[in-house]
Nanobody, 122 residues
Framework: QVQVVESGGGLVQAGGSLRLSCAAS????????MSWYRQAPGKQRELVAL???????NYADSVKGRFTISRDNAKNTVYLQMNSLKPEDTAVYYC????????????????WGQGTQVTVSS
């Protein structure tokens, strides 16, 4: 069994920064893909950023240049540094992990965290 736990959400003013962390633990030796998704009220869950164990990354157009995803493969941990936050970034942010190459499709991920709330005030 694999557990995924996020931390680091909170309330911040527009233009501010937050750093999210996500750690996967359990009966695993390595994880290929770790990603961040978000879901705002009344909207579908969307990919924010993904990172593979080989170093490939992918970002949603809406966060390019503002968010940075990084990984510590040895610790099965992924981070999301969020800068220049906007009110439209307000959402519950979820961490997803998969032992294999999962890509951007959320349905491909086997392991999910419970989510952490990010609220950006104007």
């Amino acid at each position: 069994q694999v557990q995924v736990v996020e931390s680091g959400g909170g309330l911040v003013q527009a233009g501010g920064s937050l750093r999210l962390s996500c750690a996967a633990s359990g009966s695993i030796s390595s994880i290929d893909t770790m990603s961040w998704y978000r879901q705002a009220p009344g909207k579908q869950r969307e990919l924010v950023a993904l990172a593979t164990s080989s170093g490939n990354t992918n970002y949603a157009d809406s966060v390019k240049g503002r968010f940075t995803i990084s990984r510590d493969n040895a610790k099965n941990t992924v981070y999301l540094q969020m800068n220049s936050l906007k009110p439209e970034d307000t959402a519950v942010y979820y961490c997803a992990a998969d032992l294999w190459a999962a890509g951007p499709d959320a349905s491909h991920y086997d392991y999910w965290g419970q989510g952490t709330q990010v609220t950006v005030s104007s």
